[in-house]
T-cell receptor, first 115, second 115 residues
Framework: DAGVIQSPRHEVTEMGQEVTLRCKPI?????LFWYRQTMMRGLELLIY????????DSGMPEDRFSAKMPNASFSTLKIQPSEPRDSAVYFC?????????????FGPGTRLLVL | AQKVTQAQTEISVVEKEDVTLDCVYE???????LFWYKQPPSGELVFLIR??????QNEISGRYSWNFQKSTSSFNFTITASQVVDSAVYFC????????????FGAGTTVTVRA
């Protein structure tokens, strides 16, 4: 079975450019999460979708970040304009429907470098 | 608020030695879930185990074992007879039942197994 798929795996861009990260969750999973991992702050939850609806975006750093989930099999995280401090590994995770907390399965991550 | 503390930043062992990773957590919830994830050098986050707070049975899976002690708020992880392939960063995480999508991660422990 395919796991969570993220693209691109690596992205190098210049400050000020728009960056779009993509995620395909595991089929049948109805919750999707975007995380950011940095040395300074560790793993942070940016946004959580349930049934394609954003439930909690309190972790989104600022207005330059936006996330969408147009359907159950696709989500994007966009940074516009990008800044060097956005350099990090961005993970997408998904979890199946359940009555309580379920295990989140992570994608391979997108390593973003903003010059 | 939840907090997960992994006091050991790095552990280095020689192959075949046992290694124990400490995890201490804080939460006000009476029901919560604990997780361990592995992040090998390739960067992906691999789910290892999930435990419910009402189930204090220890668990063994191959060379991995977990010791959950509610009285000391600890969920320690032992790798027996370590192998070079065990070299990775290991993260302990917690999610409370009251806010069951909010995974709080520890800072991670880097395990290096030398041949």
């Amino acid at each position: 079975d395919a796991g969570v798929i993220q693209s691109p795996r690596h992205e190098v861009t210049e400050m000020g450019q728009e960056v779009t990260l993509r995620c395909k969750p595991i089929s049948g999973h109805n919750s999707l999460f975007w995380y950011r991992q940095t040395m300074m702050r560790g793993l942070e939850l940016l946004i959580y979708f349930n049934n394609n609806v954003p439930i909690d975006d309190s972790g989104m750093p600022e207005d330059r970040f936006s996330a969408k989930m147009p359907n159950a099999s696709f989500s994007t995280l966009k940074i516009q304009p990008s800044e060097p401090r956005d350099s990090a590994v961005y993970f997408c995770a998904s979890s199946p429907p359940a009555g309580g907390p379920e295990t989140q399965y992570f994608g391979p991550g997108t390593r973003l470098l903003v010059l | 608020a939840q907090k997960v503390t992994q006091a050991q930043t790095e552990i280095s062992v020689v192959e075949k030695e046992d290694v124990t990773l400490d995890c201490v957590y804080e939460t006000r919830d009476t029901t919560y879930y604990l997780f361990w994830y592995k992040q090998p050098p390739s960067g992906e986050l691999v789910f290892l185990i999930r435990r419910n707070s009402f189930d204090e049975q220890n668990e063994i899976s191959g060379r991995y074992s977990w010791n959950f002690q509610k009285s000391t708020s600890s969920f320690n992880f032992t790798i027996t007879a370590s192998q070079v392939v065990d070299s990775a960063v290991y993260f302990c995480a917690l999610t409370p039942s009251s806010n069951d999508y909010k995974l709080s991660f520890g800072a991670g422990t880097t395990v290096t197994v030398r041949a």
